[in-house]
C-alpha cells in the first residue's frame, strides 16, 4: 500500500537573509511602500546591534521546521508521511511559494500552522488567507490550525522557561514577571479579535503553573506608524512599577514569540536592559522556546489533530 502523504506548510515571519535585502523586507512589510532612508538606516541599525549581519529568525525557523518534520514522522503511522514545507510571511519562501511547492510535488492534502501561538485576525489570520488563496489557486486541500496557546505542552514549556529564569534572582518572590507580546492597532478591540483574551490566558496558565501571583502584562514592539497601537508598551511599564511600586527585580517572558529574533534580542535585550540600567533594576528574560522539545510535541499534537479533522 503506497503512503498516504500529507504537506505541512509551517508558516513564520521570515527575515532577510542578508542586510542589502533588509530595504526589500521593510517594503514587503510596508505593503510595497518603500521606507525613508532614515527609517531604512534605524532598521539596518537594529539588524546591526543584534548580531552584525546574521539573521537569527531565519535559522531558528530552518530548525524548526526540521524538527517538526522528524516528530510529526517519528509518531506517524507505517501508511503515513509528513513534508514539512515553509512558507513565510515577508521573505523568500513566502507562503505562496510553499504552497505551490506543494502543489508541484504531488500533495493533495495539507495542514498550516503558524511559529505564533495566539490568533489575531492581523497575524495568524492574514497568513492563513494569503495560504488559502493559493491553495484554492492551486487546487489543494488544507485545513488550518488557527491557535494553540493553551496547549498543555507550550503551557508546559513555558512554565520551565519561567521558573528557570526566576532561579537566576536572589528571592524569586521579589521578582515582578511580565509577559510580553507584539502589539497591535488598538482596531482589533472593536473586532471582537482572540487576540488580546489568548495572551492573557497563555499568561496567566504560565503564571499558575510557576505559583506565582506577582505578574503582569505588557506590550512591545509597536509598529511606528500613526494610529494608535495596544498599550502600555513595556518601557512605559518598566518606568511605572519603577516610580510607583519601587520594583527592583523584573522577568520578561516574551509569550507571544517563538524564537530568537529582532523583537528579542533588540526590542528586550537591548532596549528595555537599557532603561533597567537606567532605573537600577535588574531585569532578565526567559528562553525562547526555538526547539525545545515540548514545543515541538505542541506542533506536532496541532498538527495531527488538524490532520485527522478533530
Ligand atoms: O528577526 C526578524 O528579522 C523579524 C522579527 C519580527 C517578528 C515579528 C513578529 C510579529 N509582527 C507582528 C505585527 C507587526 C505589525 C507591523 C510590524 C512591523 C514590523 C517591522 C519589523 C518587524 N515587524 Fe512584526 N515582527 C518582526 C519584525 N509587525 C522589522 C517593521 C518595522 C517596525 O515597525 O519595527 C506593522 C506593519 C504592518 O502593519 O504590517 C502589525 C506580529 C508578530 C507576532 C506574530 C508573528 O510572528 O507573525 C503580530 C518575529
Redesign the pocket.
Known sequence: MSKKHIGVLVM??G??ESMDQIEAY?TH??RGSPPSPEQLQE?VDRYDAIVGGF?P?RENTNKQVAALEAALNAGADENTAYRCYQGL?HASPFIEDGIAQMAADGIKEAVGV???PHY?V??VGSYIKRAQEKADEAGLSIRFVKSYELHPKLIEALTNRVNDALDKFEDRNAVRVIFTA?S?PEKILEMRDPYVDQLMASSKAVAEACGITNWQFGWQ?A???AVPWLGPDIQDTLRTIHEEEQVKNVLICPI??VSD???VLYDVDIECQQLAAELGMHLERTESLNTDPLYMETLRDVVVSEASGD
Open positions: 513564520s515571519y527575515t532577510p521593510y512589510i510596508r532598521l539573521f529568525l510571511k503558524v511559529l505564533a489575531s492581523m497575524s507584539h497591535l514592539s509598529g511606528r506608524t507571544g514569540f529574533h529582532l523583537e
